[in-house]
């Protein structure tokens, strides 16, 4: 069975931290995603990944970084936390499937920045 | 750009009763179209899926038709359980082999409660 894992479902942190998020996936996908999701406004694309090292910003990376060494794990950085970035974060992992991608999502982390 | 629009939300309805999301799209060229759930406390789940104009998706009695006259891919269920309560995404993607990797947009999503 497919599976993305996220390394924590509820987080609080306080403003100023530097926070870590991190997703692992198990189906050797060249591709990983991260995700922001607001009541009223879905899911926002913050950072994708296509290979290991690559990435690429989405419709709002400011405020984020991430991190990519290994194929099969993609990190989220929030550099200084702050009270805007409270939301939920998904990750998600895809591959070209006879033309085709599909994602993949974890369970998600409800990031509290207070 | 890409972008998708759900139909306001939420929508309440009994059981047994007839369901139908509203989702259109703005996108160039052929893009594949994805209906997309997440119950209370999960993360997302793909529900059906279409790749081009006229194909019609389906899972678990719900459905979805690629319609590129009008660029909408309305879901619909024929009798809802209070299983289905849970939030639908509508969500596009360019076709594989571009620079775009499978990149979702996303609709706002439409919460749907189903009372016994």
């Known amino acids: 069975d497919v599976k993305v894992t996220q390394s924590s479902r509820y987080l609080v942190k306080r403003t100023g931290e530097k926070v870590f998020l991190e997703c692992v996936q198990d189906?050797?996908?060249?591709?990983m995603f991260w995700y922001r999701q607001d009541p009223g406004l879905g899911l926002r694309l913050i950072y994708f990944?296509?290979?290991?090292?690559?990435?690429e910003k989405g419709d709002i990376p400011e405020g984020y970084s991430v991190s990519r060494e290994k194929k099969e794990r993609f990190s989220l950085i929030l550099e200084s936390a702050s009270t805007n970035q409270t939301s939920m974060y998904l990750c998600?992992?895809?591959?070209?499937?006879?033309?085709?991608?599909?994602?993949?999502f974890g369970p998600g982390t409800r990031l509290t920045v207070t | 750009g890409n972008s998708v629009t759900q139909m306001e939300g939420p929508v309440t309805l009994s059981e047994e009763a007839f369901l139908t999301i509203n989702c259109t799209y703005t996108?160039?060229?052929?893009?594949?179209l994805f209906w997309y759930v997440q119950y209370p406390g999960e993360g997302l789940q793909l529900l059906l899926k279409a790749t081009k104009a006229d194909d019609k998706g389906s899972n678990k009695g719900f459905e979805a038709t690629y319609r590129k006259e009008t660029t909408s891919f309305h879901l619909e269920k024929g009798s809802v359980q209070v299983s289905d309560s849970a939030v639908y995404f509508c969500a596009l993607s360019d076709p594989a082999g571009g620079t775009s990797y499978g990149k979702l947009t996303f609709g706002q999503g439409t919460i749907l409660t189903v009372h016994p």
């Open positions: 189906m050797d996908h060249e591709n």
């Open positions: 990944s296509y290979d290991v090292k690559m990435k």
């Open positions: 996108a160039t060229g052929y893009p594949s």
């Open positions: 998600a992992s895809s591959s070209d499937r006879g033309g085709i991608y599909e994602q993949y």
